[in-house]
């Protein structure tokens, strides 16, 4: 009796290994590897923000723009003649498109990003830029900017602080 439903178990394990069908194919992969079109001044970008007074955001909202530069050195437009520039960095939790701060006292606040002309950059999203031969200045603007509930409680907390953006510059 055993050996009979051990039969068709057999039959039916030596079909499924004989049915099924195997492929190969080869990819090919190729590229190019070529320099960056620019070159980047400076590893690290500082910006002094300087002192603000919290009434003065209470009255404002936020301060204004503190201008920077990212200076692209040695532009060789072979390649490319555009650069898309993305910002990011940690977020603050109540103002989800602009960087938190860092400080033992400090809340209530965070830092915007803006062209001189007031566009805000949006973290995490791209600006496209036009480049020239040799080299090129991008000139854009931080600011402080309060948090909404502690702009209408008035429980802006002072202190110094800090905050860290990345970007990455993407040629094209």
């Not at 080869?26 to 590229?31: C, D, K, Q, V, Y």
């Amino acid at each position: 009796m055993r050996l009979h439903s051990f039969k068709p178990a057999l039959l039916l394990a030596g079909i499924l290994i004989c049915s099924s069908s195997v492929f190969a194919a080869n990819m090919a992969f190729s590229g190019e590897l070529i320099e960056p079109a620019c070159s980047l001044d400076k590893d690290t970008i500082p910006v002094n923000m300087g002192m603000t007074y919290t009434q003065y955001l209470y009255k404002y909202q936020r301060t204004v723009g503190t201008p920077f530069e990212l200076l692209l050195k040695s532009c060789d437009l072979t390649h490319t003649n555009k650069v898309k520039i993305t910002f990011d960095g940690v977020r603050n939790a109540n103002l989800p498109t602009f960087l938190i701060v860092y400080g033992s006292t400090v809340r209530g606040v965070a830092i915007g990003l803006e062209t001189p002309t007031g566009q805000a950059l949006t973290l995490g999203s791209s600006e496209n830029y036009a480049l020239l031969a040799g080299n090129n200045v991008l000139k854009l603007n931080a600011y402080l900017q309060g948090e909404p509930n502690a702009l209408l409680n008035q429980t802006i907390r002072p202190g110094s602080f800090t905050s860290t953006a990345t970007f990455t510059l993407e040629y094209f």
